[in-house]
């Protein structure tokens, strides 16, 4: 199969095809708006459809070598206005992490939308799905930088829309606000840098060279890209719409979001900081590097805050891309030291942790979308004892949790790995600088990573375990199952990975080498392809697959060996202790707002909690009619970073237009003069 | 292959065999220096004997979460044993043991820990869980930050290398950095192993326990292996400790199963020693409260930090 599509030789038209299927499928969401079971199960269907053939022709892509012909797909008049197709390997990889997780999400919105039919215009909210996909697309596969514009801002539009899609309640209308100013200041930065390019080269062309753009300009663009990718990506102190964004979206469409759309801010880096302008200093990397620190420490530290789990999950985003800037930022500095091997495997693991990412993160969300559609709350304080009642979603947010917090067998641990061995081997002797930064990057690794499994006990700990805290909760039913299909296709694929690594490692080595030149694969020890063979860097190595072996043999041998020499295992069911006094009832459990409190008191500098207790008194002081508790964390960027600069912006303009409009037409009159003497000064000059 | 089988069997079976013992010489060092006779050295043997066959009881409100914990504990225990050798004459023969590994596998181990303890709807469960988490967290910085700085001084992260570089270092606790590692270490270890002035494993109050709070619904043979995969981790960090510190492989002049025999048996005097030192400091300290631990993480983190920046910051 996979040889005769080789064979039609225009892998191009592969990518096209998805392209026109996510068209045809936002046509049919609209044809067919009035029958909303069947709108949702064809607009599905053909994403999916267009999914699988982007992942055929990605993988295509990846694999051969071949140099393939742009295509044009617009013409202008004007020279430098075309739209063009251009797909390397990077564009490819990217593609194959978009349709891998469109595929599951898909499949997973076919059983979720369920939940709108006769209550909102499936028809429009299909049609939003599919061509949020198809912007996506477009992005990763554009050309040259009109077309890459272009595209940034309908996807910008067109995920606005989504995210503001339950606009009933104020606070989805709130998020979007601040989304859409913040995606544009991003956006602005980035047409700065596109204006730079065009001054010095004469021309759009990502894929050309950055010869002509002198040092100091190039200083400038890096610092554009930086902000106005950063600002896609959600890195602090940039970060402040993402945790409004993604909980107002629907679970479906935060999967989106987050899995891919924030991951095409680092597919930007890679493109236009790496491949375009060639790393040219040490501290570009450097910055990215300190960046990835604080958001990857600090992302997590306030996801550990948050009980509403859209909310938490989108702060670990904001962790995970740190993670992922740390591997970035290690390749940077390495390929401006013109050190191929280590920008290639730090490139490698920045790569892959963004693949893995897509999957787990994806899964995440898909998984509070399916604890959403079956206790119609995002609150984990309400939930609990949901592994009775939805014992395989269960089983899957498990897996989504052991992974993002890089825990032994998940591929969260592979990207990890490689990412702290790429840090390894950035410290040299007698580089201070790097070196500190290095150390302390490994420190914020290791403590990420536990702050993490932290969250990650507290979110399934509370929801899942335990007894329910609330009627919804008790009442709750397993989803539908096309949506754990959805799932459990990314948590069998987040397993596959983390046993397993060698292949997708082949596989962001082949991306990475075709950017810099060098395979990493082929100067690493012992062969990279064979499933079995451990991961290697130096002499450094694991096998995940023989360490899953032999924790399995270990369990084996101890029921084996504690049945041969002591019986078979005697257990009797009784309640859970409770000290003697009456049964426990679900208001005694711990509380996650409690399971997160040690940690709220260790770092308090950072989240300057405050708490309010009102108790409404009764005939004793003993027996009060009610206590209410509540307890907040202060957002330190939005009050002391963001309120004082709107402030001063607000008063500002007000005081300009009383200065700018006097309401008198003489002044009016100078103005039009002036703007004219102006127009004409700059022509001579020009 | 015979020496693969060798390395397995040393590994697992003389780690988890000897692991009881250690408990036995810290409880009995604990005894002596309050003037008590105290249990006998081999009374966790006994407990354990007694453990495997009792019934255990489990709360009606749990999952399957709570049944599997207790091997994966274990399970992770022993593999984590699999990866720290007792000694360097004998080679793995599988190469999968790096430190970062070593870290995130017992964190396998961590994680379902912390969800059993939830899983019963038990009070005590979540609270212990809740500190659990935030001594790992406070501690894990600083855990990898000095292993990983030896594994840069050795040139790899494997455990293996590393300890094999050890051997050839004379004396390795009069250089500084060294020093430095070696007493952050001894900081994780206290703080891994649930001691005081971490945790006190003797109390069942609720006021001070962490890791007993996370056992407290646990009876019978899930009981036992929790209490001997704890042990295994304790002796699987202070083998890490003796053998990277005190290293002795290069004293033994000879080769062959007599050389691997005698180096197991300086290994257990080291243990001994090791497990004197960490009696002692029980002796001698009183457990802190709960919000100084991360003021003792910190000391730990700095002491790494320092000995890092001693070598590769500013060179030897």
Same mark, same amino acid.
């Given at each position: 199969?996979?040889?005769?599509?080789?064979?039609?030789?225009?892998?191009?038209?592969?990518?096209?095809?998805?392209?026109?299927?996510?068209?045809?499928?936002?046509?049919?969401?609209?044809?067919?708006?009035?029958?909303?079971?069947?709108?949702?199960?064809?607009?599905?269907?053909?994403?999916?459809?267009?999914?699988?053939?982007?992942?055929?022709?990605?993988?295509?892509?990846?694999?051969?070598?071949?140099?393939?012909?742009?295509?044009?797909?617009?013409?202008?008049?004007?020279?430098?206005?075309?739209?063009?197709?251009?797909?390397?390997?990077?564009?490819?990889?990217?593609?194959?992490?978009?349709?891998?997780?469109?595929?599951?999400?898909?499949?997973?919105?076919?059983?979720?939308?369920?939940?709108?039919?006769?209550?909102?215009?499936?028809?429009?909210?299909?049609?939003?799905?599919?061509?949020?996909?198809?912007?996506?697309?477009?992005?990763?596969?554009?050309?040259?930088?009109?077309?890459?514009?272009?595209?940034?801002?309908?996807?910008?539009?067109?995920?606005?829309?989504?995210?503001?899609?339950?606009?009933?309640?104020?606070?989805?209308?709130?998020?979007?606000?601040?989304?859409?100013?913040?995606?544009?200041?991003?956006?602005?930065?980035?047409?700065?840098?596109?204006?730079?390019?065009?001054?010095?080269?004469?021309?759009?062309?990502?894929?050309?060279?950055?010869?002509?753009?002198?040092?100091?300009?190039?200083?400038?663009?890096?610092?554009?890209?930086?902000?106005?990718?950063?600002?896609?990506?959600?890195?602090?102190?940039?970060?402040?719409?993402?945790?409004?964004?993604?909980?107002?979206?629907?679970?479906?469409?935060?999967?989106?979001?987050?899995?891919?759309?924030?991951?095409?801010?680092?597919?930007?880096?890679?493109?236009?900081?790496?491949?375009?302008?060639?790393?040219?200093?040490?501290?570009?990397?450097?910055?990215?590097?300190?960046?990835?620190?604080?958001?990857?420490?600090?992302?997590?530290?306030?996801?550990?805050?948050?009980?509403?789990?859209?909310? #938490?999950? *989108?702060?670990?985003? !904001?962790?995970?891309? %740190? =993670?992922?800037?740390? &591997? +970035?930022?290690? @390749?940077?500095? $390495? /390929?401006?030291?013109?050190?191929?091997?280590?920008?290639?495997?730090?490139?490698?693991?920045?790569?892959?942790?963004?693949?893995?990412?897509?999957?787990?993160?994806?899964?995440?969300?898909?998984?509070?979308?399916?604890?959403?559609?079956?206790?119609?709350?995002?609150?984990?304080?309400?939930?609990?004892?949901?592994?009775?009642?939805?014992?395989?979603?269960?089983?899957?947010?498990?897996?989504?949790?052991?992974?993002?917090?890089?825990?032994?067998?998940?591929?969260?641990?592979?990207?990890?790995?490689?990412?702290?061995?790429?840090?390894?081997?950035?410290?040299?002797?007698?580089?201070?600088?790097?070196?500190?930064?290095?150390?302390?990057?490994?420190?914020?690794?290791?403590?990420?990573?536990? #702050?993490? *499994?932290?969250?990650? !006990?507290?979110?399934? %700990? =509370?929801?899942?375990? &335990? +007894?329910?805290? @609330?009627?919804? $909760? /008790?009442?709750?039913?397993?989803?539908?199952?096309?949506?754990?299909?959805?799932?459990?296709?990314?948590?069998?694929?987040?397993?596959?990975?983390?046993?397993?690594?060698?292949?997708?490692?082949?596989?962001?080595?082949?991306?990475?080498?075709?950017?810099?030149?060098?395979?990493?694969?082929?100067?690493?020890?012992?062969?990279?392809?064979?499933?079995?063979?451990?991961?290697?860097?130096?002499?450094?190595?694991?096998?995940?697959?023989?360490?899953?072996?032999?924790?399995?043999?270990?369990?084996?041998?101890?029921?084996?060996?504690?049945?041969?020499?002591?019986?078979?295992?005697?257990?009797?069911?009784?309640?859970?202790?409770?000290?003697?006094?009456?049964?426990?009832?679900?208001?005694?459990?711990?509380? *996650?707002?409690?399971?997160?409190?040690?940690?709220? =008191?260790?770092?308090?500098? +950072?989240?300057?909690?405050?708490?309010?207790?009102?108790?409404?008194?009764?005939?004793?002081?003993?027996?009060?009619?009610?206590?209410?508790?509540?307890?907040?964390?202060?957002?330190?960027?939005?009050?002391?970073?963001?309120?004082?600069?709107?402030?001063?912006?607000?008063?500002?303009?007000?005081?300009?237009?009383?200065?700018?409009?006097?309401?008198?037409?003489?002044?009016?009159?100078?103005?039009?003069?002036?703007?004219?003497?102006?127009?004409?000064?700059?022509?001579?000059?020009? | 292959?015979?020496?693969?089988?060798?390395?397995?069997?040393?590994?697992?079976?003389?780690?988890?065999?000897?692991?009881?013992?250690?408990?036995?010489?810290?409880?009995?060092?604990?005894?002596?220096?309050?003037?008590?006779?105290?249990?006998?050295?081999?009374?966790?043997?006994?407990?354990?004997?007694?453990?495997?066959?009792?019934?255990?009881?489990?709360?009606?409100?749990?999952?399957?979460?709570?049944?599997?914990?207790?091997?994966?504990?274990?399970?992770?225990?022993?593999?984590?044993?699999?990866?720290?050798?007792?000694?360097?004459?004998?080679?793995?023969?599988?190469?999968?043991?790096?430190?970062?590994?070593?870290?995130?596998?017992?964190?396998?181990?961590?994680?379902?820990?912390?969800?059993?303890?939830?899983?019963?709807?038990?009070?005590?469960?979540?609270?212990?869980?809740?500190?659990?988490?935030?001594?790992?967290?406070?501690?894990?910085?600083?855990?990898?930050?000095?292993?990983?700085?030896?594994?840069?001084?050795?040139?790899?992260?494997?455990?293996?290398?590393?300890?094999?570089?050890?051997?050839?270092?004379?004396?390795?606790?009069?250089?500084?950095?060294?020093?430095?590692?070696?007493?952050?270490?001894?900081?994780?270890?206290?703080?891994?192993?649930?001691?005081?002035?971490?945790?006190?494993?003797?109390?069942?109050?609720?006021?001070?326990?962490?890791?007993?709070?996370?056992?407290?619904?646990?009876?019978?043979?899930?009981?036992?292996?929790?209490?001997?995969?704890?042990?295994?981790?304790?002796?699987?960090?202070?083998?890490?400790?003796?053998?990277?510190?005190?290293?002795?492989?290069?004293?033994?002049?000879?080769?062959?199963?007599?050389?691997?025999?005698?180096?197991?048996?300086?290994?257990?005097?080291?243990?001994?020693?090791?497990?004197?030192?960490?009696?002692?400091?029980?002796?001698?300290?009183?457990?802190?409260?709960?919000?100084?631990?991360?003021?003792?993480?910190?000391?730990?983190?700095?002491?790494?930090?320092?000995?890092?920046?001693?070598?590769?910051?500013?060179?030897?």
């Amino acid at each position: 199969m996979l040889l005769v599509l080789k064979n039609i030789g225009e892998q191009n038209n592969l990518f096209l095809a998805a392209v026109m299927l996510y068209l045809i499928a936002a046509v049919f969401a609209l044809a067919l708006m009035k029958h909303h079971k069947l709108c949702n199960l064809v607009t599905n269907t053909i994403c999916m459809a267009a999914a699988l053939i982007g992942i055929a022709a990605a993988i295509l892509r990846i694999s051969t070598d071949t140099i393939l012909t742009p295509v044009t797909i617009f013409e202008s008049r004007i020279t430098f206005l075309f739209l063009e197709i251009k797909i390397d390997q990077l564009s490819a990889f990217f593609v194959l992490c978009l349709s891998v997780l469109v595929l599951c999400v898909s499949i997973y919105s076919i059983g979720y939308n369920s939940h709108y039919y006769q209550k909102r215009n499936v028809g429009f909210f299909n049609f939003l799905y599919a061509s949020f996909i198809m912007s996506m697309l477009m992005v990763i596969i554009s050309g040259n930088a009109i077309f890459f514009y272009l595209s940034w801002e309908a996807m910008s539009l067109i995920s606005y829309f989504l995210v503001i899609f339950e606009s009933e309640h104020e606070e989805n209308r709130r998020a979007g606000r601040l989304y859409i100013i913040m995606t544009h200041l991003g956006t602005a930065f980035l047409l700065i840098g596109f204006m730079i390019m065009f001054a010095y080269t004469q021309s759009f062309d990502m894929f050309g060279s950055s010869e002509l753009i002198p040092e100091m300009a190039k200083n400038l663009m890096f610092i554009c890209f930086l902000i106005g990718f950063g600002t896609k990506a959600g890195v602090i102190p940039l970060h402040i719409w993402l945790p409004y964004a993604h909980p107002a979206a629907p679970s479906n469409v935060s999967a989106l979001m987050s899995g891919f759309m924030i991951k095409t801010a680092i597919y930007g880096l890679i493109r236009f900081v790496l491949c375009y302008l060639q790393v040219q200093q040490v501290w570009w990397g450097a910055v990215i590097l300190c960046i990835g620190i604080v958001s990857a420490v600090l992302g997590v530290a306030y996801a550990i805050m948050e009980h509403n789990i859209k909310r #938490l999950l *989108a702060f670990h985003s !904001v962790e995970n891309i %740190g =993670i992922i800037l740390i &591997g +970035l930022g290690v @390749s940077f500095i $390495a /390929a401006a030291q013109n050190n191929d091997f280590l920008s290639g495997l730090a490139l490698v693991a920045a790569l892959l942790h963004t693949f893995n990412h897509a999957l787990f993160k994806g899964g995440l969300f898909l998984g509070a979308g399916s604890l959403q559609y079956a206790t119609h709350t995002k609150d984990i304080e309400k939930l609990g004892g949901l592994i009775h009642k939805m014992p395989v979603t269960a089983v899957m947010v498990l897996c989504f949790s052991l992974a993002i917090s890089a825990i032994v067998p998940f591929n969260g641990f592979i990207s990890e790995w490689l990412t702290y061995q790429a840090l390894f081997l950035n410290i040299n002797m007698g580089m201070a600088g790097q070196n500190i930064l290095s150390i302390l990057s490994i420190a914020a690794l290791a403590l990420s990573g536990a #702050l993490a *499994a932290a969250c990650f !006990v507290k979110l399934f %700990g =509370i929801s899942f375990l &335990g +007894l329910p805290r @609330s009627d919804d $909760a /008790a009442q709750a039913k397993e989803v539908p199952l096309a949506m754990n299909i959805g799932m459990g296709i990314l948590a069998a694929l987040c397993l596959i990975i983390g046993v397993f690594p060698a292949v997708f490692v082949k596989l962001a080595d082949q991306v990475a080498g075709s950017i810099l030149g060098a395979s990493v694969v082929e100067t690493l020890q012992s062969g990279f392809m064979s499933a079995t063979v451990p991961l290697a860097v130096s002499e450094n190595s694991i096998a995940p697959a023989e360490i899953l072996a032999a924790l399995a043999v270990v369990i084996l041998m101890v029921l084996l060996t504690l049945r041969l020499c002591f019986g078979k295992l005697k257990a009797r069911k009784y309640g859970t202790w409770d000290c003697g006094f009456e049964s426990i009832n679900a208001r005694m459990q711990y509380t *996650a707002t409690g399971f997160s409190k040690p940690i709220r =008191i260790v770092l308090s500098i +950072l989240y300057r909690p405050g708490r309010k207790v009102v108790i409404e008194k009764g005939e004793s002081d003993y027996f009060p009619k009610s206590v209410k508790y509540q307890v907040w964390t202060e957002p330190i960027f939005e009050k002391y970073l963001y309120n004082p600069v709107i402030r001063v912006l607000k008063s500002g303009s007000e005081k300009m237009i009383c200065l700018v409009q006097t309401g008198s037409v003489h002044v009016y009159l100078l103005y039009i003069f002036i703007s004219i003497l102006a127009l004409m000064f700059y022509n001579r000059v020009v | 292959m015979s020496d693969m089988i060798l390395y397995f069997i040393v590994q697992t079976g003389f780690v988890i065999l000897a692991a009881p013992l250690v408990n036995g010489i810290i409880k009995k060092i604990k005894a002596l220096s309050q003037k008590r006779t105290g249990a006998p050295v081999l009374q966790m043997y006994y407990d354990l004997f007694k453990l495997f066959k009792k019934t255990s009881v489990v709360s009606d409100v749990s999952s399957w979460i709570f049944r599997v914990t207790p091997y994966i504990v274990f399970a992770t225990a022993v593999a984590a044993a699999m990866i720290v050798p007792v000694t360097t004459l004998i080679k793995p023969v599988w190469n999968t043991g790096d430190v970062i590994l070593l870290v995130y596998i017992l964190a396998l181990g961590r994680f379902f820990m912390m969800l059993a303890a939830l899983d019963t709807g038990s009070t005590f469960g979540g609270m212990g869980a809740s500190r659990e988490a935030m001594i790992s967290a406070l501690i894990e910085p600083s855990i990898l930050v000095s292993l990983i700085t030896v594994g840069l001084i050795a040139k790899s992260t494997a455990v293996f290398p590393i300890m094999t570089f050890m051997q050839t270092v004379q004396n390795p606790l009069i250089h500084p950095v060294y020093l430095m590692i070696f007493c952050a270490l001894l900081i994780v270890i206290i703080a891994e192993t649930s001691r005081i002035p971490v945790d006190d494993p003797s109390t069942h109050l609720e006021l001070t326990m962490v890791h007993e709070a996370m056992l407290l619904e646990y009876s019978g043979r899930s009981l036992a292996l929790m209490e001997l995969a704890a042990a295994i981790k304790q002796l699987v960090f202070i083998t890490l400790l003796v053998n990277l510190f005190l290293p002795h492989d290069q004293l033994i002049g000879i080769h062959g199963i007599a050389a691997i025999g005698i180096s197991l048996l300086i290994y257990l005097a080291k243990v001994f020693i090791a497990a004197l030192l960490i009696g002692i400091v029980e002796v001698n300290t009183v457990k802190l409260r709960l919000f100084s631990i991360p003021n003792l993480a910190a000391l730990s983190f700095i002491l790494s930090f320092i000995g890092f920046l001693q070598f590769f910051a500013f060179g030897g």
